[in-house]
C-alpha cells in the first residue's frame, strides 16, 4: 500500500483515469492475458456472462466493450490467477487472519476447496464435499426449530440458484430467506406498491432514450453504476437537463468523458451531466422535494393567472390519482424558511429545480441509497412520487419512477422467492407443484437476523454468497454474538472476513464464479439475471473454472437440500442440478404471469420485460389509482435531527463507498474522484466544522456514535480531511464505519439501516491507538507513529 495522498481529482469521469484504472486492477489481480480477453465477452447475452457489480441495464444490441471500470475490476477480482486453498490455511491461523484487512484477505484469490473450522488448530482445514454436506444436513436436522435458522442470500446469485434456495428454505420449515436488498432497496419494495402498486422500476432503456428531463437523489452513479453515464450523456447531448441533489459533489454527476469515444480520449472534451446541482444536508430530501412541490403550485396559480396552460397535469391528476387535495393543502401550508431549514437549500435553489422540472415534458427520477437508508426513507420514496405526479410523469414513454440497485441480481431473486415475507411466496403455487405446506409466518428480514443472533434465538446460518458479519450494523456487537451460534455455513468464491469469525460449526463453500464455465451432465448450462429495468436475460459463463473441484451453486443448494431434507416424490434435486431449464420450467410454473414459457423467451434478442401495469397506467392499489402519500415530518431523520447546526458538537455522518470498491469488497485504497489515495480511514468533513470543533486537516480522531442505549460505538482513527460537504456532515467509509450504526437505527416499516444519517462526535486522539477491532487498512507496525 502506497503512502497515504490527499489531492483533488480535476479530471472527468471515465476518459484515461478509467482506463488506467482497469489496466491497473488486471495487473494487480495478476489476471492471465487470456483472461483479460473476458471483458470482450462481459454483458454480451446468451454467449457472454453477465456483469458480477452492479444492475444497471444491458443495452441491446451491446457496445463492443460493454462493460465500464467497475465491472472489469470484478471481473478480472473473480479471475485472478492467485489461490486460497489448503496451504494458506495451513500457514494461517484464524486469529491471525482476524487482523488483516478486507483487502489483504481477498487478494489472497479464489477458495479452491471446502474447508472446515477447527477449533483446536484454530485454523480451517480441508473437508470432502460428501462429509461437509453429510455434517451440515446433521446439524440442520438437529435444531429445534426451522425457524432457529437463517438462509441469506447476497445479489450476486443467479435467478436458478435463488429459485432453488428458497425453496430448499421453505421446504425446510421456514421463510427466514433475508437478502441484500434487505440493506439497501427494502425501503422501496415498501414505497411503491403503496403509491403506484408495483415494488420495482417503472422505466426501460427505451424510456432513458425519450425522455427530456431527470432527477437524482442520493446515487453515486459514477462509482455504483458507471455505464448509466452512457445514457445520461446522451439525454445531455440532446438537450435534456439533469438536476441533481447530492450532500457530496460525485464526480460522475458532474463531468464525464467516454472512454470509448476516441474524439473524447485524444481531445479536452467531456460533458457537463448535471445541469444543476444542489447539495443539500444529510436528510434534507424530503423538505427539498416538498419546496420544489410548493414551486410548483406557485407556478401552477400563476399560470392560471395569466390566462396560460396548467403547469400541474390536471386531467392525469383527476383521473388517475387519489389523496391530491391533501397533498396541496399539506405543502401550501409549509412554511418556505421551514424548507431551507430542513434542506439546508435556499428557496432560489429550490425554485428553480422546480422551474427546470416544470419545462419537461417527460422526467424520470432516478435515486439510490442516499434516499433509501434514513428512517424515513419509505416516505421519502414516496414524497418523490408525489413529485413525479404532479405532472403525470408516470405510466408513459420516457419519464416514471428508477430506484437504481445496487448489486446485479438483487432486484431478481426477490422476483423468484427470497423474500421473509409470507404473502409474497406463490404458497398454492408450490403447495401444487412440490407437495408440501409452505411455512405461513414471516421469517426475519436482515435486521430481525441480527436481532435474533444477538438475543441467541439464530442458532444457525446459510450464507449463498455476501459478507454478512461486514455488510451488517452494529459490528462490534455483532461479532462476538455470531461466535455463540452453532452453524455457519458460507459459500463463498473468496475469502472474507465473515469466514473469520467462526462459529461452533463453521464451514466455507467454494464456489463458482457466474464468469465461469458451468457445465453439467447435460452440457454448459445457462443462467438468468434481472436488471434495474425488470429485464430478464440468460448469460453464460465462458472462464476456465479456478479449480476443476468447484461446484456451482445450484450444485451445492440441491446437496444441501438431500443432506438437510426428507426425499420429496415431487422434487429431484439431481435433475435440476443437470439441466438448469427444469428449474426454470418450475419458476415458470411458480411465477407463470412473469415467466411464462420461461426458456424460449430469455433467448430473445435483449432478454424480456416483467410486466408492468404502470406503464399502461393501471394501478395496483388499495384504491385502485396512484397515491399522494403526506410525509410524517420534513426530517428524513427525525429522531437524530439535531444534528450539525442544533447541535453543534454532533455532526450527521454518512457512509458511502470508494471508487475501488463494490458493496464490501475493497479492490484497493485509491479512492481516484475523491482524491484520497492510500487509505481507507478517513473522515470527510467541511472546513468550517474542522475549525469550530478546535480540530486541523490530518488529525486523527475517534468517531463514536451519539445514542442513549449505554452501548460504546467507536470507530478510529480517523484522519479529518477537508472536503465539500455541508456543515453538520461529514462522511466515511463503508463497512468499515458499520461499527458506528446501531441495530435499532433503521428506516421505519422496511428496516433498512439508517447508514446515511448517524449522529457522532469527533475525539481528537493524542496517539495513535485503534479503538475499533475491525482493521480498516493494515495495522501499522509496533511503536510506529
Known sequence: MSKPNFKPYTSPAGGWGSAYSVANILIRQKVSPRNAALLLKQNKAVEGFACVSCAWAKPHPAKPLEFCEN???????????????????????????????????????RLTHPMRYDPASDRYQPVSWDEAFEEIGRELKAMADPNEVVFYMSGRASLETAYAFSILARMYGTNNLPDSSNMCHESTSIALPESIGVPVATVTLHDMKKMDGMLFFGQNTGTSSPRMLHQLQEARER???????????????????????????????????STQYH??????????????????????????????????????????????????????????????????????????????????????AAYGMGLTQHRYGVQTIQMLVNLLLLRGNMGKEGAGILPVRGHSNVQGQ?????????????????????????????????????????????????????????????????????????LSVQVSTKLNRTHLITGQVSYILPCLGRTEIDRQATGEQYNTTEDSTGCIRAWRGVATPAHE???????????????????????????????????????????????????VRMMEPGGFHRPLGVSKREWATETGKANFINPPSLSE??????????????????????NDQFNTTVYGYNDRFRGINGTRAVIMMNRNDIGRLGLAEGDKVEAITV???????????????????????????????????????????????????????????LHLTDRSSVPIEPLPPAGAA
Open 71 to 109: 465491472g472489469a475490476k470484478a471481473t478480472a477480482w473473480e479471475n485472478t490467477s492467485q489461490r486460497c486453498g489448503p496451504d494458506f490455511f495451513a500457514r494461517h491461523s484464524v486469529t491471525e487472519l482476524l487482523n488483516w484487512a478486507d483487502f489483504d484477505l481477498e487478494r489472497q484469490g
Open 239 to 273: 438537450g435534456a437537463p439533469i438536476i441533481t441533489f447530492n450532500p457530496i459533489r460525485e464526480r460522475g454527476l458532474e463531468r464525464f468523458a467516454n472512454p470509448q469515444s476516441p474524439a473524447e480520449m485524444v481531445t479536452p472534451k467531456e460533458t457537463v451531466i
Open 279 to 364: 447539495q443539500l444536508q444529510i436528510g434534507g430530501d424530503i423538505a427539498a422535494i416538498a419546496g420544489m412541490c410548493k414551486a410548483l403550485f406557485d407556478l401552477d396559480d400563476q399560470a392560471i393567472a395569466a390566462g396560460s396552460r396548467r403547469v400541474l397535469d390536471v386531467a392525469f391528476i383527476e383521473q388517475h390519482t387519489h389523496g391530491f387535495e391533501d397533498f396541496e393543502r399539506k405543502v401550501r401550508g409549509y412554511d418556505w424558511k421551514q424548507l431551507e431549514r430542513r434542506s439546508g437549500l435556499t428557496r432560489g435553489a429550490m425554485e428553480a429545480a422546480a422551474r427546470s422540472y416544470a419545462s419537461c415534458e417527460r422526467v424520470i
Open 414 to 486: 426477490r422476483t423468484v422467492g427470497i423474500t421473509e415475507k409470507a404473502a409474497k411466496a406463490p404458497a398454492d403455487n408450490l403447495r401444487r407443484q412440490f407437495g408440501f405446506e409452505p411455512p405461513s409466518e414471516d421469517g426475519v428480514n436482515t435486521v430481525e437476523a441480527c436481532e435474533g443472533i444477538l438475543a441467541g434465538r439464530i442458532k444457525g446460518f446459510v450464507a449463498m454468497g455476501g459478507n454478512f458479519v461486514r455488510a451488517v450494523p452494529d459490528t462490534l456487537q455483532m461479532e462476538p454474538a455470531w461466535r455463540r451460534m452453532r
Open 549 to 599: 473441484g468447484l461446484l456451482s451453486e445450484p450444485a451445492i443448494v440441491a446437496r444441501l437440500a438431500k443432506a438437510a431434507l426428507a426425499p420429496n416424490p415431487k422434487l429431484d434435486w439431481d435433475a435440476w442440478v443437470a439441466d438448469y431449464n427444469l428449474i426454470r420450467d418450475a419458476i415458470a410454473e411458480s411465477y407463470p404471469d412473469i415467466f411464462h414459457d420461461f426458456n
Open 637 to 658: 431523520d427525525p429522531d437524530t435531527e439535531k444534528g450539525g447546526h442544533e447541535r453543534r458538537d454532533v455532526l450527521q455522518l454518512m457512509t458511502l463507498r470508494s
Open 707 to 765: 445514542t442513549d442505549d449505554g452501548v460504546h460505538r467507536v470507530v478510529a482513527p480517523l484522519r479529518v480531511t477537508p472536503y465539500d460537504i455541508p456543515e453538520g456532515c461529514c462522511a466515511g467509509y463503508y463497512p468499515e464505519c458499520n461499527a458506528l450504526l446501531p441495530i435499532w437505527h433503521h428506516a421505519e416499516r422496511s428496516k433498512v439501516p439508517a447508514a446515511k444519517s448517524i449522529p457522532v462526535k469527533l475525539r481528537k486522539m
